[in-house]
């Protein structure tokens, strides 16, 4: 069964980085979408960034212009690079894609930002 695979969490000192990577264990035709989301314990899972179905990158007003979204389309991997980080950044970040064979979900890696 295909997986998205997720790298890349750990421990940051606030004001630090960290850049998070996704790839499929297996080859997706016809992606649309490809991006990140997070989740706190108790709380809904919200959209962190995302390439749009038309390719343009969409971002949460939170992590704006702090966070960027990069692909390899040749290799299918998304990448979440995250910086000047901040307490409320800590979440499990989930990698997400859409394709014409449905939505696919990682297991989340944990980002914890804390002195």
């Known amino acids: 069964q295909l997986q998205l695979v997720e790298s890349g969490g750990g421990l940051v000192q606030p004001g630090g980085s960290l850049t998070l990577s996704c790839h499929p264990s297996?080859?997706?035709?016809?992606?649309?979408?490809m991006g990140w989301y997070r989740q706190i314990p108790g709380k809904q899972r919200d959209l962190v960034a995302e390439f749009t179905r038309e390719g343009t990158r969409n971002y949460a007003v939170s992590v704006k212009g702090r966070f960027a979204i990069f692909r390899d389309n040749a290799k299918k991997m998304v990448h979440l690079q995250m910086t000047r980080l901040r307490r409320e950044d800590t979440a499990v970040y989930f990698c997400?894609?859409?394709?014409?064979?449905?939505?696919?979900w990682g297991r989340g890696t944990q980002v914890t930002v804390s002195s």
């Open positions: 997400n894609i859409h394709s014409s064979s449905g939505a696919y």
């Open positions: 297996a080859t997706i035709f016809s992606i649309s979408t």
